[in-house]
C-alpha cells in the first residue's frame, strides 16, 4: 500500500532551544516540513512523540556533541542559547561559542541550511521614532544583543566561504499576546513565527538574509523590504490588544522603554561590580 500523504521537503530537521517558550512552539510546527524533528536542549524536554521525534540532551558549549547532534540532519533551526541579558561569562559559552559550534558542524555535515535565532537588540539602541532595516548599522543594547551580532558575522561567513545559507531572524517579541505598550510595535505571534521559521526553511537562494520577526502590527520600528524574497507575510496584529495595554502607566520621559527600540534591555547590566 502506498501513502496519499505529500513528501515533505526534509528527512530530519535538527531544532536546538527546544525546551524553550519558542522552542515548544517549533517543536509542534516543524513536524509539518520533516519526517523527523530532533529536538535538543540542555534543559529538561518532554519525551518524543511517536517516531517523527527524537529527543537528545545537548550542551552547546560541547563541540563534540554538538558535531554528533548534526550527525545525519537535513538543516537547522538554530534557537538555542540564553534568551535574556546576562553576565557576558555565561552569553560567551551559551550563544558565541555554541553558535561557532552549530556552524563547525553544519560545515562538517554539508548541511545547507541554518535558520539562526537572531534578536531586535542587535538593533536595540535606535529611538523608536527611527525605521531600521537589515542594512542600518548595527546598535547592538547588550551582551545578549552583541552575541546574536556575532552570529550574524558567523553565517556571513559561512556563507561566503563554504555556501551554507542562513536566514536570520531577529525576533521582536513573541509570546501568546504583548504584554506592554512597547509591544503594540515588537509583537511577533506564535502563528506568524512558525510562518516565519517555515519560509526561512523553504525559500531559495537566500545567501545570508536578515529578516525582523514582527507581525503586521500598525506602528513598526523595523523594515522587511531587503527580505521580500522569503515571502514571509505575517497575518496577526497587536491592534486588538491596544486598548487593554493603553490602560498601563506610561513610562516616564527619561526610561529606556519610552525612547529606545531595545527598551529594558538597554539598561540591564553590568554583572558582578
Known amino acids: ?25 517549533l517543536r509542534q510546527a516543524l513536524q509539518a516540513h520533516a519526517n523527523v524533528v530532533r529536538a535538543s536542549d540542555i534543559s529538561p524536554m518532554a519525551p518524543p512523540v511517536g517516531a517523527h521525534e527524537e529527543v537528545v540532551t545537548c550542551n552547546l558549549a560541547d563541540k563534540a556533541g554538538v558535531l554528533a547532534l548534526a550527525a545525519g540532519v537535513d538543516a537547522i533551526v538554530h534557537m538555542g542559547g540564553i534568551s535574556t541579558e546576562r553576565a557576558f561569562e555565561e552569553i560567551l559559552q551559551a550563544n558565541i561559542v555554541g553558535t561557532f559550534h552549530i556552524y563547525e558542524a553544519a560545515r562538517k555535515h554539508g548541511i545547507g541550511r541554518v535558520v539562526f535565532a537572531s534578536s531586535n537588540h542587535v538593533t536595540g539602541f535606535y529611538p523608536q521614532d527611527e525605521l531600521v532595516d537589515a542594512r542600518s548599522p548595527r546598535r547592538p543594547d547588550c551582551y545578549y544583543g552583541l552575541s546574536k551580532a556575532y552570529g550574524e558575522d558567523l553565517a556571513t561567513f559561512y556563507y561566503h566561504r563554504y555556501g551554507i545559507q542562513t536566514v536570520s531572524l531577529r525576533i521582536g517579541s513573541s509570546f501568546p499576546a504583548p504584554r506592554n ?26 545567501g545570508h538574509t536578515v529578516v525582523y520577526g514582527v507581525s503586521a502590527n500598525r506602528e513598526l520600528w523595523w523594515s522587511n523590504r531587503y527580505a521580500a ?19 498601563q502607566p506610561e513610562p516616564s520621559a527619561c526610561d529606556p522603554a519610552a525612547r529606545l527600540q531595545g527598551g529594558a534591555f538597554t539598561t540591564a547590566g553590568p554583572f558582578g561590580d
Open 1 to 25: 500500500m502506498t501513502s496519499n500523504s505529500p513528501a515533505k521537503p526534509f528527512n530530519r530537521l535538527l531544532l536546538t532551544g527546544a525546551a524553550g517558550g519558542l522552542g515548544q512552539i
Open 181 to 206: 505598550l512597547r509591544m503594540l510595535s515588537t509583537w511577533l505571534s506564535y502563528a506568524d513565527l512558525a510562518h516565519l521559521v517555515e519560509r526561512a526553511l523553504l525559500a531559495e537562494d537566500v
Open 229 to 247: 524574497h522569503l515571502g514571509f507575510n505575517p497575518q496577526d496584529s497587536s491592534e486588538g490588544f491596544r486598548a487593554a495595554l493603553e490602560q
